[in-house]
């Protein structure tokens, strides 16, 4: 019982200590997701495991977006630990379109959230909606990878679409 409630604290201590490395993807970059953006994360960084954001997650197209709710239910995604922070951020920064060198208004904005992870509450860098939701549709499990996100133009769930 001693063990386990001290790995928690180590884990907890882990996390809390290195926030700034972890990223929280919950679409098209989850891990089984067979697409190059997804190859590429997953090769500059390590899974640590599933994690629970406050929000509500929509259906934008063959890809979802995460507005943070603290009010909302809960939106599953998958905790990273990146290698080299800066250099993935950047090209995320890039292939989310968000940032300085793109013009406003911007569909995403890369900010902090807290996480439900491993019985403990950690920030990762999130890439958040940024414009109006008129016309999305919700996912209503909060989980873009369990086949609720599909439409009359069904997610292709093993590629994750590009």
């Given at each position: 019982m001693r063990a386990r409630q001290y790995d928690k604290r180590l884990m907890r201590h882990r996390l809390a200590t290195s926030d700034s490395e972890l990223l929280f993807v919950y679409g098209t970059?989850?891990?089984?997701?067979?697409?190059q953006q997804a190859h590429r994360l997953h090769s500059e960084s390590s899974w640590l495991g599933t994690g629970l954001a406050r929000g509500r997650l929509y259906r934008v197209d063959w890809y979802p977006a995460l507005v943070a709710d603290q009010e909302a239910g809960w939106v599953?995604?998958?905790?990273?630990?990146?290698?080299?922070?800066?250099?993935?951020?950047?090209?995320?920064?890039?292939?989310?379109e968000c940032g300085p060198a793109f013009p406003q208004p911007q569909e995403y904005r890369r900010e902090p959230i807290d996480i439900v992870f491993a019985g403990a509450q950690v920030r990762a860098w999130a890439y958040l909606y940024n414009r109006p939701l008129d016309g999305l549709k919700p996912v209503p499990?909060?989980?873009?990878?369990?086949?609720?996100?599909?439409?009359?133009?069904?997610v292709d769930q093993p590629d994750c679409r590009e």
């Amino acid at each position: 019982m001693r063990a386990r409630q001290y790995d928690k604290r180590l884990m907890r201590h882990r996390l809390a200590t290195s926030d700034s490395e972890l990223l929280f993807v919950y679409g098209t970059l989850r891990r089984g997701c067979d697409n190059q953006q997804a190859h590429r994360l997953h090769s500059e960084s390590s899974w640590l495991g599933t994690g629970l954001a406050r929000g509500r997650l929509y259906r934008v197209d063959w890809y979802p977006a995460l507005v943070a709710d603290q009010e909302a239910g809960w939106v599953a995604g998958d905790i990273l630990r990146m290698a080299d922070p800066d250099a993935t951020l950047a090209w995320l920064d890039a292939y989310e379109e968000c940032g300085p060198a793109f013009p406003q208004p911007q569909e995403y904005r890369r900010e902090p959230i807290d996480i439900v992870f491993a019985g403990a509450q950690v920030r990762a860098w999130a890439y958040l909606y940024n414009r109006p939701l008129d016309g999305l549709k919700p996912v209503p499990d909060g989980d873009w990878l369990s086949g609720q996100s599909s439409s009359a133009d069904p997610v292709d769930q093993p590629d994750c679409r590009e």
